[in-house]
């Protein structure tokens, strides 16, 4: 059984983002710098507050601690998945400021020794039995993850993807 289908940039990107919301040291690296984001933007305030007038106006730096705290607080995330897309783009496109985007010919295919996934030219195959985790997103998007730092992306509305992934589910529970 095979399916053959395109991934583009926007299907990389989603899927890391996807990847980084479930795994537990990236939310934890999250979580650490929208804090400390947080309190470098309420010191910078108080310091030049502090600085500047010796003390003489230092509840207008507390103020305005407070004020640019709680705008890094909400605006934390969207910084960081923007930045995160810039650089997944970047890296995508090898890192030169291309304006067409990535598109890859993808080809995943079951046989009875394992998984076969050709991305462009890279083709690698795994057995069912390193076949780690498969988990669909709220998107559509299905991940088959296999050991080490390898894995595969199905996109929404593949024909045929369902049926693939039921069969493989199949297959991994019988090989592990």
Known sequence: MAL????????????????????????KTFSRLRIYMTV???AIPLLLSMTIAEFTYLW???????ALAAAAWFYYPKFYWNTVTKSLKRA?????KVKEPWIADCTLEMDDKGVSFKMGQYPSSSPYSAITD????????????FTGLQGAIIPPAVDGSE????????MVRLNQ
């Open 134 to 145: 498969i988990v669909t997103d709220e998107f559509g998007y299905t991940y088959i993850y």
């Open 92 to 96: 995508l496109r090898g890192g030169k």
């Open 60 to 66: 207008i730096g507390v103020i305005a601690g407070i």
């Open 163 to 170: 049926a693939f992934i039921s069969e493989l589910k199949e």
């Open 40 to 42: 470098i933007m309420f």
């Open 4 to 27: 053959k289908f395109k991934l583009t940039e926007d299907d990389y990107i989603t899927f890391n983002k996807s990847h980084f919301e479930r795994s537990p040291s990236m939310k």
